[in-house]
T-cell receptor, first 110, second 113 residues
Framework: TQLLEQSPQFLSIQEGENLTVYCNSSSVFSSLQWYRQEPGEGPVLLVTVVTGGEVKKLKRLTFQFGDARKDSSLHITAAQPGDTGLYLCAGDSGYSTLTFGKGTMLLVSP | GAGVSQTPSNKVTEKGKYVELRCDPISGHTALYWYRQSLGQGPEFLIYFQGTGAADDSGLPNDRFFAVRPEGSVSTLKIQRTERGDSAVYLC???????????FGQGTRLTVV
């Protein structure tokens, strides 16, 4: 069974701070996706990383895929209250279904 | 609508009852997925349809769970003899094809009392 471990599980910070959340696995994935989920809603795709060592930027969010394609990180610069939500990583083993981590709940206070 | 629609939004049922959860995917999307998300957990894969057929049902927890997609569009997840442990948010997602971006619905919150 492929497992994705996310850390930290919960993060509470002040507006303007920087943060990094991690997603680690002992398995290799063909791609890894990051989602954000708000209460009462389904997850929304933020980014897909495919190549080992790949770095993608989405405004204040920077995503990195490990060289071995087993781990990933999400860094947020100058967090804003609108960034509050559950951040989920999900691995695609190539069979079209996703394995999700438990998520990191981020709370950004004004 | 333009997105994935799930009905009902909330369902409360008594232990032992039968329930059906409906998913309307984005028009034209051939791939459809069901996931289950328990409190404090990430979504857990249940079943994946490509067209009308279940391409992978390895995530269904037991034979009380069944899903259909008879015309390759709308899908129904059926749970027989519900148990309290079935309480969760059931998420549906669709994608234009295999290995393309999946779009999630808002989910159906099932509570078994």
């Amino acid at each position: 069974t492929q497992l994705l471990e996310q850390s930290p599980q919960f993060l509470s910070i002040q507006e303007g701070e920087n943060l990094t959340v991690y997603c680690n696995s002992s398995s290799v994935f063909s791609s890894l996706q990051w989602y954000r989920q708000e209460p009462g809603e389904g997850p929304v795709l933020l980014v897909t990383v495919v190549t080992g060592g790949e770095v993608k930027k989405l405004k204040r969010l920077t995503f990195q895929f490990g060289d071995a394609r087993k781990d990933s990180s999400l860094h947020i610069t100058a967090a804003q209250p609108g960034d509050t939500g559950l951040y989920l990583c999900a691995g695609d083993s190539g069979y079209s279904t996703l394995t999700f981590g438990k998520g990191t709940m981020l709370l950004v206070s004004p | 609508g333009a997105g994935v629609s799930q009905t009902p939004s909330n369902k409360v049922t008594e232990k032992g009852k039968y329930v059906e959860l409906r998913c309307d995917p984005i028009s034209g999307h051939t791939a459809l997925y069901w996931y289950r998300q328990s409190l404090g957990q990430g979504p857990e894969f249940l079943i994946y349809f490509q067209g009308t057929g279940a391409a992978d049902d390895s995530g269904l927890p037991n034979d009380r769970f069944f899903a259909v997609r008879p015309e390759g569009s709308v899908s129904t997840l059926k749970i027989q003899r519900t148990e309290r442990g079935d309480s969760a948010v059931y998420l549906c997602a669709s994608s234009a094809d295999t290995n393309t971006e999946a779009f999630f619905g808002q989910g159906t919150r099932l509570t078994v009392v």
